[in-house]
């Protein structure tokens, strides 16, 4: 394989289109919770590594928030060399079989690739999923710890941005405790997005690799009720603090209340968290409508949607009042909802939930809309159509509009500065909060983002605090943290 | 992490008392605050207030009542056992600052989160009228307890088994009747009786605080699943209570909330009581292959 591709490089790429990955029958994959890809075998990664050119500039690289060495690790794939290439990305990326599902790849990384002005970009996040499942299944070396320095911070929840700066404490010598208010660790990765997109088991093993590190990962505690920040800081030498945006939003729209109406959150949670799709041998149960409504067109709407089709429902229909184009969802997930059979209803808003006698829901009226002028965010701003009043039918409603930051820290912190949406003030380049010894980051310094931005602003603040504790100054390292915005 | 059980009793034939080795727990929790217990992997998360506590020891009790498959599998658990999640404690606690005479009023299960609330008012100086009921004789308890602090006890029954014959709304609407000064009530039970004894003291304006017992997910305000009206806002039983001035509560919506899963309850039941019987048949056949 090796003298192959050698002899590939420099060579004009004949493949312009990309290779794509196997997948389940969306027939079948809708009666199951399975992972819908199977990813790329050993023979399809190096064929799909080939196309990549190697870029001296690398282009794609400016395009990662953390900045994966791109072609260094898709150089070692088409080499063969498929654990060194793992370790290559893991010098920037902690969880690489994470991203490689979930970043919104065609905003990121694939947006600037080279190949994608005239072609079909390299496909950079399969390779890189690709890599770190063959890394995970054929076993992984644990890298050497330093020796201990004595030092013990604390990190607050358990979602990418907490393990993340955990992991990157740990491998620098610190004492690190990582709190999680849930039962499990993950954050969202565990209770939000669904096991037939992330399956849990690489949660579970992540995880499980940063216990192995020496992180004491401690469930069922709840920063600012079980302890305060303020607590933590007389028994630790600092604290991070990423607790996320879950704080679900909902609609300001009649009805909101009527039994059956779901947050996102509480959908999912139900299903992914409590297994709740085993249900009644896992004792959380969870309502199979017949027809189920989602309400919103992100990421999170298309997880609740293609959740309610595998759960049962003979309709599972998503509103959105803009059109297909403005969907901020992973064109990857829309694609697959609609392969689903996923209905679209675009252009339609939800103007009230009708209940019956006993306050369930029994349908949704809607107004539908036009496109008009772009508005601030750029996006051309929807219009309601005057009469187009309609009713669809339905059992479920579930509210997929986006979600606040959680308040609980920000309340029992006096001092801490927050925005007047409440995400708690940082400086993005350091991770520092108002508090000395404070650090923070991912969506509850943003506002709800992306996976791999809440890795980065972990990775960033692991940093500062390491330098606080050896007693260096903290200073503002360059590096483009731009964070996609994931408004559900 | 798992949490001991210490000890665990029948109160009657509904109710089960259990103390929990929870040291974090016990030394912050006040009254009026809950707990959420999944007891093993499969299991539900269950919201239980927090019924008393022992700083010393580091643990505190919960009494709850047998009424779907979780409680019930809850109640097979015994003295030594391990649960494996414990989270607490949530809540607000209740304010009972300078709330002058007060009356508590727990009915049914209610009567176990009544006490802890009531010792609380008295502690804070306030002078405490405990009104309790249930639907029999039997299911009646804390008694001793309630009157070795209490400034005055009234208890009834449905059926006139012991104490008045009647709802606790008869005895509140004597006291008013009589014209006795009431600055502050507060009551917990089924949500029916509380919205009654709201209708009530609405109308002689006397401040009254429920506390709800809505689903409940994660208990951190995450889900929204506890969420009820109160005046014109959504709020969070989970984060923002669960004691609400009564007065603004939407009692029908939530009450309606709380059948949401009535469906899906009896098949949990059924299949709980499926396990159950496999699991005793299985049991006996190992014993005859002995
Ligand atoms: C359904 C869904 C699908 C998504 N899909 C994608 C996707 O495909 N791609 C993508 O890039 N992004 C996606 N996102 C967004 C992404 O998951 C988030 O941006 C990311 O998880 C943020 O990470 P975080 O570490 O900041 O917070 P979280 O993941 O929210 O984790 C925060 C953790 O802190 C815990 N916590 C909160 N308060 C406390 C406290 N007081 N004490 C202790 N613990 C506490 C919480 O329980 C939680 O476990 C999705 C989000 C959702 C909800
Ligand atoms: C803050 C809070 C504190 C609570 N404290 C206690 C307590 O100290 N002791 C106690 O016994 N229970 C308490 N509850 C109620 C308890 O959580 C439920 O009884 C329990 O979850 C029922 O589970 P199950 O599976 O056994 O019954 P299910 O099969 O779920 O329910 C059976 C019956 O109980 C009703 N029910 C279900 N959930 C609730 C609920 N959350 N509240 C009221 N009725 C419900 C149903 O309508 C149904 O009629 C509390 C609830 C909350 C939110
Ligand atoms: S981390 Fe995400 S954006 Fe970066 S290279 Fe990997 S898939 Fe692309
Ligand atoms: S821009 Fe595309 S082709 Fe160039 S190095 Fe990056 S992935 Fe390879
Ligand atoms: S229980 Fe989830 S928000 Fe209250």
Redesign the interface.
């Known amino acids: 394989m090796g003298s192959e591709a050698k002899k590939s490089r420099g060579r004009k790429p004949l493949v312009r289109t990309r290779l794509p990955m196997a997948t389940q029958r969306p027939e079948d994959r809708v009666k199951n919770f399975n992972e819908v890809p199977y990813g790329y075998n050993e023979a399809e990664a190096v064929l799909e590594s080939q196309r990549c050119l190697q870029c001296r500039n690398a282009p794609c690289v400016k395009g990662c928030p953390v900045e994966v060495p791109i072609p260094q690790f898709i150089k070692l794939v088409q080499e063969g060399k498929f654990v060194e290439a793992a370790e290559v990305i893991k010098t920037k990326n902690s969880l690489p079989a994470i991203t490689g599902r979930v970043c919104p790849q065609e905003l990121q990384c694939e947006a600037r690739c080279v190949m994608g002005r005239r072609y079909q970009p390299v496909s950079i996040g399969n390779l890189e999923r690709f890599v770190a499942d063959y890394a995970r299944e054929h076993g992984e070396a644990l890298p050497e710890l330093p020796e201990p320095t004595g030092k013990k911070v604390a990190v607050v929840g358990a979602g990418p941005a907490g393990l993340t700066c955990a992991g990157d404490l740990a491998l620098l010598g610190h004492e690190v405790t990582v709190f999680e208010a849930l039962h499990a660790p993950g954050g969202v990765l565990i209770y939000g997005i669904p096991e037939f997109r992330l399956p849990k088991d690489i949660v579970r093993y992540e995880t499980n690799y940063l216990k192995k590190l020496g992180v004491k990962i401690i469930p069922n505690f709840i920063i600012g009720k079980n302890k305060t920040v303020k607590e933590l800081l007389n028994e630790f030498d600092a604290v991070f603090i990423g607790t996320g945006a879950g704080s679900p939003r909902l609609l300001k729209i009649p009805g909101i209340n009527l039994v059956n109406v779901y947050s996102a959150n509480e959908y999912l949670t139900r299903v992914n968290l409590l297994k709740g799709y085993l249900f009644p041998e896992y004792k959380t149960p969870v309502k199979k409508g017949k027809t189920v409504i989602t309400i919103g067109a992100g990421n999170v709407a298309m997880d609740a949607a293609r959740t309610a089709k595998r759960l049962g429902a003979e309709n599972s229909i998503i509103v959105y009042r803009r059109s297909k184009k403005e969907c901020p969802a992973r064109v990857e997930e829309v694609h697959h909802a609609e392969e689903e059979g996923i209905d679209f209803r675009f252009l339609t808003n939800p103007i009230r939930i009708i209940g019956d006698e006993n306050g369930r829901v029994k349908a949704l009226e809607c107004l539908r809309y036009k496109l008009g002028e772009p508005d601030e965010t750029g996006r051309a701003k929807p219009i309601p159509i005057e009469g187009s009043e309609h009713i669809i039918e339905c059992d479920v409603v579930i509210i997929a509009i986006g979600n606040n930051p959680n308040p609980i820290i920000p309340q029992t912190t006096p001092d801490l500065e927050t925005s007047k949406w409440g995400t708690i003030i940082t400086n993005s380049k350091t991770g520092e909060t108002s508090l000395q010894r404070v650090y923070a980051g991912g969506d509850i310094a943003t506002g709800a983002a992306t996976v791999i931005a809440a890795m980065g602003a972990g990775k960033i603040a692991a940093k500062s605090i390491h330098k606080q504790l050896m007693g260096h100054e903290i200073d503002e390292e360059e590096h483009n943290l731009e964070v996609g915005k994931c408004d559900s | ?1 798992s949490f001991e059980i210490l000890d665990t009793r029948e109160l009657n034939s509904e109710n089960t008392w259990m103390k929990i080795k929870a040291p ?2 016990a030394e ?1 929790c006040k009254a009026g605050q809950f707990v959420i217990i ?1 007891a093993n992997e ?4 269950i919201p239980l207030t927090i019924a008393n506590w022992d700083k010393e020891e580091g643990s505190f009790e919960v009494v709850f009542q047998k009424v779907g ?2 409680t019930l ?1 809850l109640g097979t658990y015994k003295k030594g056992d391990l649960l ?7 809540g607000i606690p209740t304010h009972t600052e300078g709330a002058g005479n007060t009356v508590v009023i727990g009915g049914g299960l209610g009567i176990a989160i009544a006490t802890p609330v009531a010792r609380a008012y008295k502690e804070a100086g306030n002078k405490v009228h405990v009104i309790i009921g249930a639907r029999t004789k039997e299911l009646l308890f804390n008694i001793e307890i309630l009157e070795s602090f209490a400034d005055g006890l009234t208890i009834c029954t449905d059926d006139g088994s012991f104490g008045i014959k009647g709802f606790v709304t008869q005895p509140l609407q004597e006291m008013i009747d009589k014209g006795e000064k009431i600055d502050t009530v507060f009551c917990v039970g089924p949500p029916i009786m509380m919205k009654f004894i709201s209708k009530i003291t609405e109308k002689h304006g006397i401040h009254t605080v429920a506390s709800l017992n809505t689903i409940m ?2 208990g ?6 506890c ?3 109160v005046g014109d806002e ?1 709020k969070f039983v989970c ?1 923002d209570g669960p004691d609400f001035d009564a007065h603004l509560v ?1 009692w ?2 939530m009450m ?2 709380t ?3 009535r469906e ?2 009896k ?2 039941l ?3 009581h499926k396990c159950r019987a496999e699991k005793a048949l299985e049991e006996q056949n190992a014993q005859e292959n002995k």
């Open positions: 992490m974090l727990i912050r999944r499969k299991g539900e998360r498959a979780s599998e494996l999640d414990v989270v607490g404690p949530l997910l994660d951190t305000g995450m889900c929204g699943a969420r009820v009206t959504i984060v939407d029908d919506e309606a909330r059948q949401a899963y899906e309850e098949i949990a059924e299949h709980y």
